[in-house]
């Protein structure tokens, strides 16, 4: 009896690894983002309390020399972790293009580039608050190269703010349009990756306790609330522990 299995085209199980890599790339760069935010609000948080505190003077230094380590470090690791997914995200969708001759929109990819963008906005702000901590612990030399290093970040960040709003805003109206015009396009047969889902039930849930983690630790630094000091340690290793643990 004749099978009636169609076999996929050549390339699908290419495709399948480069959107494996792409998934890998992207759950770096949002280990990356929320592990920033979350231990430099922790780091800083912890660093004011000590110096508004009955603690002396010297135990502030090591909490705002760590925020400041940990924000020159982190700002490269999330560039390249973030340009690393970019990249593979695009070498998924030329693959797919060939294939199948479609181009896949994803509706909520405008949402996600904005949520990053906001992500990049938060740990700028949480940087531009380090002059004050070292002001507070009495290293004026430190606070006053710290304000110059931050006032030229500032500028740098405002040009790379509005050329991202610009992008966004084109790139977001190009998929309304498209989906306006053509609607959503038939899932092919062949394709390995149509219909499924792109994060599990399990991996949601772990991504969206590290997103109240990190909310919880920005509002903290924001002084919307005063948790204790186990609780700020405890919710920063809640957010790594929740974003490595994911098996996207």
């Given at each position: 009896?004749?099978?009636?299995?169609?076999?996929?085209?050549?390339?699908?199980?290419?495709?399948?690894?480069?959107?494996?890599?792409?998934?890998?790339?992207?759950?770096?760069a949002?280990?990356?983002?929320?592990?920033?935010?979350?231990?430099?609000?922790?780091?800083?948080?912890?660093?004011?309390?000590?110096?508004?505190?009955?603690?002396?003077?010297?135990?502030?230094?090591?909490?705002?020399?760590?925020?400041?380590?940990?924000?020159?470090?982190?700002?490269?690791?999330?560039?390249?972790?973030?340009?690393?997914?970019?990249?593979?995200?695009?070498?998924?969708?030329?693959?797919?293009?060939?294939?199948?001759?479609?181009?896949?929109?994803?509706?909520?990819?405008?949402?996600?580039?904005?949520?990053?963008?906001?992500?990049?906005?938060?740990?700028?702000?949480?940087?531009?608050?380090?002059?004050?901590?070292?002001?507070?612990?009495?290293?004026?030399?430190?606070?006053?190269?710290?304000t110059?290093?931050v006032?030229?970040l500032?500028?740098?960040?405002?040009?790379?703010g509005?050329?991202?709003?610009?992008?966004?805003?084109?790139?977001?109206?190009?998929?309304?349009?498209?989906?306006?015009?053509?609607?959503?396009?038939?899932?092919?047969?062949?394709?390995?990756?149509?219909?499924?889902?792109?994060?599990?039930?399990?991996?949601?849930?772990?991504?969206?306790?590290?997103?109240?983690?990190?909310?919880?630790?920005?509002?903290?630094?924001?002084?919307?609330?005063?948790?204790?000091?186990?609780?700020?340690?405890?919710?920063?290793?809640?957010?790594?522990?929740?974003?490595?643990?994911?098996?996207?």
């Open positions: 009896m004749p099978s009636t299995h169609v076999a996929p085209p050549p390339g699908a199980q290419a495709l399948t690894r480069l959107r494996a890599r792409a998934r890998a790339a992207r759950r770096t949002l280990i990356a983002l929320t592990g920033q935010i979350a231990l430099l609000s922790c780091a800083q948080s912890l660093a004011e309390r000590a110096a508004t505190g009955q603690e002396a003077p010297q135990a502030v230094p090591p909490l705002a020399v760590l925020s400041l380590i940990l924000f020159a470090g982190g700002l490269p690791v999330l560039a390249v972790t973030q340009a690393a997914w970019g990249s593979r995200e695009r070498a998924a969708r030329r693959r797919e293009r060939e294939l199948y001759a479609v181009r896949r929109e994803t509706p909520g990819q405008p949402l996600s580039r904005l949520v990053m963008a906001c992500g990049w906005a938060v740990t700028l702000l949480l940087g531009f608050t380090l002059p004050r901590l070292f002001e507070a612990a009495g290293w004026h030399g430190l606070a006053s190269a710290s110059t290093a006032e030229a500032s500028l740098v960040s405002v040009a790379a509005v050329c991202f709003v610009t992008w966004w805003a084109r790139d977001a109206l190009g998929i309304a349009a498209r989906a306006v015009r053509r609607g959503r396009p038939p899932a092919d047969p062949w394709d390995p990756g149509r219909g499924r889902s792109a994060r599990p039930a399990r991996s949601a849930a772990l991504w969206t306790g590290a997103g109240a983690a990190v909310a919880v630790l920005a509002g903290t630094r924001a002084h919307l609330w005063e948790p204790p000091a186990a609780v700020l340690c405890a919710l920063a290793a809640a957010t790594l522990v929740c974003g490595l643990v994911t098996d996207e």
